[in-house]
Each structure stands twice: as C-alpha cells, then as structure tokens.
C-alpha cells in the first residue's frame, strides 16, 4: 500500500496519515492555544473518538472543553450558542470536529467570538468580509470525520439562517483553518450510506469547479484529479468501510474539491442550498441526486470540458456521454436515489426553489445562467427521476 503520511502546506497546513490525530495537542500548543474548545456534532458527541480527543488534550495539560449543539444543516443559533459556550469556558481556540455541519458551525463560532456585529452582517455579499473584527477570530485546528464538505480548507462558512430559511454563505480569508490533520482511521465507522453520499458531494464540488468558466488553470488540474480519485477510491470506501487506502484518497479528494471550488460551483449547489434550507436534507445527497440533472442542463457549454474528464478517467469512447453514463453507474453502484422524491421533497418545491436559486452565490459561476424557471425544470425532471 502507497505510504499515506505526509505533511503538504496547500491551502493550509495539511497534516495527512493515519493515526495523526494523536498530534492534535501539539497542534494546538503550536497555534498558541491552552483552553480549546471542541466543536462537533451531537452523533459524533457520544462516540469514543471525540472522548478519546478531548482526553489527549487533557492529558496534555490543555483544559480542552466540549460543544455538541448544532444541527444536520447548522443554524445562526447554534453559532451563537457555541460563542455563549467559548466565551463562558474561557476558551481561546477551537477545534472543528466532524462532518462539514460540524466544520462550518466551528468555523463561524471562531470568527464570532470576537465580533461585535451580528453574524449576517458578513455574510458573502460585496465588501462584507471587511467589517470583521480580525484580531477578534481566534485559531483553528480542522479535523474531519467525513469526505465531502471539504469545509477543512474551506473559508467560508454556509449557516441557515432561522428566520429566513435560507442558506448564507458567512465568509472570510482568516476563516480556513490553521492545520488540519487528515486521518482515515477517524472516518472507517462512518455508515455506507453517509460514505455515499458525503463522497458524491466531494465529486460535485470538483465536476462544478472543473465545469465553471472562471479561468483559474490550477483549479482545474486539482478538479480532474479530485474526480479520478473519487472514480477510483469511493466506491470502495463504500463496500468496505475498513478500507483504510480509500478512505484515505476519499479524503484527500474531498480536500481537493474545496480547494478546487476557489473557480466557484454552480446549479447543484444553487438548488441544493435552498432545498437544504427548507426541507432539511442531507446536503451531500441532494448533489447526489440532483448531479446528473444538472450535467444534462448544462450540457451544451460543458461537453468539451466533460471529454477532457472521460479521457483522464479512461472511459471508453470519452465524450459526455460517456461521462453521464459514468456518473449514473457510480450512483447507482452506491445504493444513491435517482430521484429527489425518494429523500422526501415534494412535488411542491417547484415553483418555490427556482426563485431562490437565481440568488444563491453558486449560481453565479455555473456554466449557463439559469432563469428562475429553467432552475425549476431541472428541479422538476429530478423530484420526478426524468433524465
């Protein structure tokens, strides 16, 4: 098996090997941090990982404390009951443990502990970013227990907002972490179908970053690779969740397609976020589902960029089509719904979603700009499964 320990420094420090967590109380020493405050999930909460964690931490002289509250689709309350948490513990760092829910509410507590403006006010809109507080932000060290947000290397934050039910994107260069360690044996317990799902959603942040028009050359090369490993280490990952290799890659492309989403996203994620918002679906298999939908949308602009990908996968006669039929058998082989209607989501949805797609953020780096209308053809074709 290939050695999987290495340290890189692109977009951050990236410490990659199994077994590394057992450094996380250096890491946060070397940070400047002596109270972290972990942040993760109520799922992972109970588990041995995190109490094993927050131990280490502990035992190495860290007066490491623990928060737990925040939902599948993270909200403005649980960020501001995890500052109320940080500021009461006296903590001066944070630890992001866990799924991208997990990361994207740590990251915003880290920024807010030190704001004095409420969190919508930097919301990823114009010159937003500036109104931060920098010295208020305090360090963080990233860990994640899935791969597909990404969020590790991420500098941006996407919270609903409660009153609205709608998805923010809350952004800030000072927002990615300062280290992040990448250790499989963290993600072998993660059940088949959230290994699925969180890895078709690593695939759908580096196919819109390669299918984007932004020109950001590097971008592309670490989106082509992205989706090879995803071709290459998901569906093993899926079938053995033991597979320490696969897990391992499946993390490395998650990492990949977050860095590589610098080019922007598109009409899978302006569909996902609203969907999300309202209904409380799984972000990763809301990509999923909605992944093949949005290709055959776009098809017209991305059919180049789509036989580039067949022929670095080594599909057989690579044209788009070969790349469609790709992505359709990965799911399938995965156990991933062909329709949206199998998750729940409602015929009704048409008709309210479209609207809110045109004004998410990702929609406008996708490769044709959609109308409101057209948004909701897509919508309608995947709660229905009509490819």
Request: charged fraction near 15%.
């Amino acid at each position: 098996m290939t050695n999987l320990t290495a340290n890189w420094n692109y977009p951050t420090a990236i410490k990659a090997g199994p077994g590394r967590i057992r450094e996380l109380p250096q890491h946060c020493r070397d940070l400047g941090m002596h109270r972290p405050l972990l942040i993760t999930d109520p799922g992972l909460a109970g588990l041995p990982m995190v109490s094993q964690a927050v131990q280490s931490c502990q035992g190495d002289g860290l007066a490491c404390g623990l928060f737990s509250h925040i939902k599948g689709n993270p909200t403005g309350q649980n960020v501001s009951d995890g500052v109320a948490a940080f500021q009461a513990g006296g903590h001066d760092g944070v630890i992001a443990f866990g799924g991208g829910s997990a990361l994207d509410a740590a990251k915003a507590i880290a920024l807010m502990v030190g704001q004095g403006r409420p969190l919508w006010d930097f919301e990823d809109i114009g010159d937003n970013y500036t109104r931060v507080n920098v010295a208020g932000m305090v360090p963080v060290v990233a860990v994640p227990t899935t791969a597909g947000t990404g969020s590790e290397v991420g500098r941006a934050s996407v919270i609903t907002d409660d009153h609205a039910h709608v998805k923010r994107i809350i952004f800030h260069a000072r927002m990615l972490p300062a280290t992040v360690i990448l250790d499989a044996e963290l993600t072998t317990a993660l059940p088949a179908r959230l290994t699925a799902a969180t890895g078709m959603d690593a695939l759908s942040h580096n196919l819109e970053a390669l299918c984007s028009p932004v020109h950001h050359p590097m971008a592309t090369g670490i989106g082509m690779e992205g989706s090879r490993l995803v071709h290459e280490y998901l569906k093993r990952a899926v079938d053995d969740g033991t597979d320490l290799e696969a897990r391992h890659f499946m993390l490395v492309a998650s990492c990949m397609g977050a860095t590589a989403f610098q080019k922007g996203l598109g009409a899978m994620h302006a569909l996902a976020h609203p969907l999300g918002a309202l209904y409380d679906a799984h972000h990763g298999m809301l990509n999923a589902i909605l992944m093949p939908y949005v290709l055959k949308a776009n098809q017209a602009v991305i059919s180049d960029t789509m036989t580039l990908l067949a022929r670095y996968l080594g599909l057989p006669n690579p044209g788009f089509a070969a790349a469609l039929d790709w992505v359709l058998a990965l799911r399938e082989s995965i156990h991933i719904p062909h329709g949206l209607a199998d998750i729940g989501i409602p015929a009704d949805a048409v008709g309210k979603v479209g609207a809110l797609a045109v004004l998410d953020g990702s929609a406008a780096t996708n490769p044709i700009p959609f109308t409101s209308a057209q948004y909701d053809a897509i919508l309608s074709d995947a709660i229905q499964g009509t490819l």
